[in-house]
């Protein structure tokens, strides 16, 4: 269920911002809206910041004439769903007129059209009903601005097809964001924690707990923000605080009540004064309150399988740009610090707010919550594995707990044997380096526990019995460059920068760098690379032999994947044997290489894949080898 084109019906800021997501990710993107002079606007909503970026250098012309001749104006409704693989509506909130349209478009589009919906306040099930292909509708929860904000919530309604679902959350990725999976729930992942959030702010406003400056104050220093609960809801709108408010209200009880104050400052069409003093005795209070109600909300997300301990952190992260994600949090401060804290939100509101179980069952074993950096998925069967860097909102910079994790996904790789490894980077970077924080901290002894660390777990990448492909997505500087070293073939995103620069902080490459850079580029090059801390584009990367091809960045998943699944389909002993080959041989004189060669090749005829092999090549038949 491949999605190629997409047709976006509503072309306001966020229509406009997700048609455009859509056509930066390679997609064929028809705008529609209700008439030409709708549409043009939206056009004129994408192209006139792009323009701006051209002028100040920031963007080529060549990308934005390509980006612009992938979006189509069409007015007409049944002309732009009449080829859509993926019709997205995003007009405003409005049930009502949401499913009307949904049943507007099911007569309309082709039967394999996916129906996807950018609420944010209902469920995606009410949407599916008036529909007659409830299987193939499905929520893209998109973050403003849509064309910015990398987060996209893929919405799994209860009819959902896990197919359509899928298709969705690859569409997602291609189009450049970071996807979390969620059920079909109120408020779904972000805005059931966040819009509660903004609210009990306002409830400490409207109790006399602390002045709004001080509750500004509070919130920016406790997540790590740079606008407080108030000054968002001056730039967003007071009324969309309030409506989001009572829409989980009617759906989630009496704690989700919008506070009065909130209500009041919505019948004064004004803006919150952000203006005043700040009381930093009351900023600890105000902090705990705040934490607690996100803390509880995010345990309570988990509970119900709404979403993982992974999606919400990222979502907070990615969409809110948090500092970090609410289980995160709770690992810094604690488990029993933050059960103490949503405690006293559940004994003031009782059922209203329940006490996790989760919550209480790690702070009484005193257990930090297990957050995944790098992922595993096995595709085909089996044959492939995919290992991804999961740290978007830190370029997925390597530090100790992120090489432990991958350390532990490559032992199940190990177990997994699988013919072919892709390795790729979560967002817009392969892995942009180390953590230079964690790394600043180190004193010799440490430094060397560290460069052993990631030595040991690197070298486990160049040891799997099966080719490595990295996906080099972006970044892949420093660490990142010397991981992607240790695998066999290298592919690159035309956006894709690679380099060492460590000697500008003072230290040089220590994961290999001055040693598989060589090897790959030649002692030149790799000098010059290095002495200078160059950093170097996708072409120039080519040129030099750094990387084995640059690809679009639409298309270098499918690419890798293309090439995993040709290396796949051949004897994986053989290419196992062949890889040993090369790797020991070229590390050898030319007469010892060639007695490796000759080994492997005659144990090979022992196998029963040997024999498969040739048989289907005499019976002219595709071979069905079992690496045995």
Same mark, same amino acid.
């Given at each position: 269920?491949?999605?190629?084109?997409?047709?976006?019906?509503?072309?306001?800021?966020?229509?406009?911002?997700?048609?455009?997501?859509?056509?930066?990710?390679?997609?064929?993107?028809?705008?529609?809206?209700?008439?030409?002079?709708?549409?043009?606007?939206?056009?004129?909503?994408?192209?006139?910041?792009?323009?701006?970026?051209?002028?100040?250098?920031?963007?080529?012309? &060549?990308?934005? +004439? %390509?980006? #612009?001749?992938?979006?189509?104006?069409?007015? *007409? @409704? $049944?002309? &732009?769903?009449? +080829? %859509?693989? #993926?019709?997205?509506?995003?007009?405003?909130? *409005? @049930? $009502?007129?949401?499913?009307?349209?949904?049943?507007?478009?099911?007569?309309?589009?082709?039967?394999?059209t996916l129906l996807a919906t950018n609420t944010s306040s209902f469920y995606v099930k009410d949407l599916a009903a008036v529909t007659k292909r409830a299987d193939r509708v499905v929520g893209l929860h998109f973050f403003f601005p849509a064309a910015v904000n990398k987060l996209l919530e893929v919405v799994k309604g209860p009819a959902t097809s896990q197919a359509s679902a899928d298709a969705a959350y690859a569409a997602g990725k291609k189009a450049g964001k970071s996807c979390v999976a969620t059920a079909d729930a109120p408020g779904f992942a972000v805005n059931r924690f966040f819009v509660p959030w903004i609210n009990e702010a306002c409830r400490l406003l409207d109790e006399g707990a602390a002045t709004l400056p001080t509750i500004e104050a509070a919130a920016k220093e406790a997540f790590g923000i740079t606008m407080g609960p108030f000054e968002l809801m001056n730039v967003t709108g007071v009324p969309i605080s309030l409506h989001a408010q009572s829409t989980l209200h009617k759906q989630l009880g009496a704690f989700y009540e919008p506070a009065k104050g909130l209500k009041a400052q919505v019948d004064k069409k004004a803006n919150w004064d952000l203006a005043g003093p700040v009381e930093d005795a009351k900023k600890p209070l105000v902090a705990a309150r705040l934490r607690g109600v996100v803390f509880g909300i995010a345990c309570h997300l988990v509970e119900e399988k709404v979403c993982t301990l992974r999606d919400t952190d990222r979502g907070a992260t990615i969409g809110l740009r948090w500092a970090a994600g609410p289980f995160a949090m709770m690992n810094k401060l604690g488990a029993k610090q933050a059960l103490a804290e949503v405690k006293a939100l559940s004994d003031k509101w009782g059922k209203a707010f329940a006490m996790p179980m989760t919550l209480a069952e790690h702070a009484a074993a005193n257990k930090a919550w297990h957050l995944p950096t790098?992922?595993?998925?096995?595709?085909?069967?089996?044959?492939?594995a995919l290992v991804t860097f999961d740290r978007p909102e830190a370029l997925n910079a390597l530090n100790e707990t992120v090489l432990h994790d991958l350390d532990a996904v490559l032992a199940n790789v190990e177990k997994a044997k699988p013919r072919a490894v892709i390795l790729t980077g979560e967002g817009k970077a392969f892995i942009a380096g180390a953590d230079i924080p964690t790394m600043r901290a180190h004193d010799v002894a440490g430094a060397r526990a560290y460069t052993a660390l990631g030595n040991r777990v690197l070298d486990r990448i160049a040891a799997l019995p099966c080719p490595v492909l990295m996906a080099i997505n972006g970044f892949a500087l420093g660490g990142g460059l010397e991981l992607a070293l240790a695998g066999d073939l290298l592919y690159a995103s035309e956006k894709a920068q690679l380099g060492l620069p460590e000697v500008g902080l003072g230290i040089h490459p220590g994961f290999g760098g001055t040693q598989r850079l060589p090897r790959r580029i030649g002692i030149g090059k790799a000098?010059?690379?290095?002495?200078?801390?160059?950093?170097?584009?996708?072409?120039?990367?080519?040129?030099?032999?750094?990387?084995?091809?640059?690809?679009?960045?639409?298309?270098?998943?499918?690419?890798?994947?293309?090439?995993?699944?040709?290396?796949?389909?051949?004897?994986?002993?053989?290419?196992?044997?062949?890889?040993?080959?090369?790797?020991?041989?070229?590390?050898t004189g030319l007469a010892a290489g060639l007695r490796i060669e000759q080994e492997s090749v005659a144990l090979l005829f022992a196998t029963k894949d040997k024999d498969e092999g040739m048989d289907a090549f005499l019976q002219k038949r595709a071979a069905q080898f079992q690496g045995r």
């Open positions: 269920m491949a999605i190629q084109t997409v047709t976006v019906v509503g072309a306001g800021n966020m229509g406009s911002g997700i048609a455009q997501a859509f056509a930066s990710g390679g997609f064929k993107v028809t705008l529609n809206d209700v008439s030409a002079e709708a549409v043009a606007k939206g056009l004129e909503r994408i192209r006139k910041p792009l323009e701006k970026r051209v002028a100040e250098g920031k963007m080529p012309q &060549a990308d934005l +004439d %390509a980006l #612009l001749s992938r979006l189509t104006p069409q007015p *007409d @409704l $049944k002309a &732009a769903v009449a +080829d %859509a693989d #993926l019709v997205i509506e995003a007009v405003f909130e *409005d @049930l $009502k007129v949401k499913q009307e349209l949904f049943a507007k478009l099911d007569g309309l589009a082709p039967a394999k790098v992922t595993l998925e096995m595709l085909d069967g089996g044959h492939l000098k010059e690379i290095v002495y200078a801390g160059k950093t170097v584009g996708a072409k120039e990367a080519l040129a030099i032999g750094l990387v084995d091809g640059v690809v679009a960045p639409d298309a270098l998943m499918d690419h890798c994947l293309a090439v995993a699944r040709a290396i796949a389909s051949k004897a994986p002993l053989a290419v196992a044997g062949a890889k040993t080959s090369m790797d020991h041989g070229t590390e």
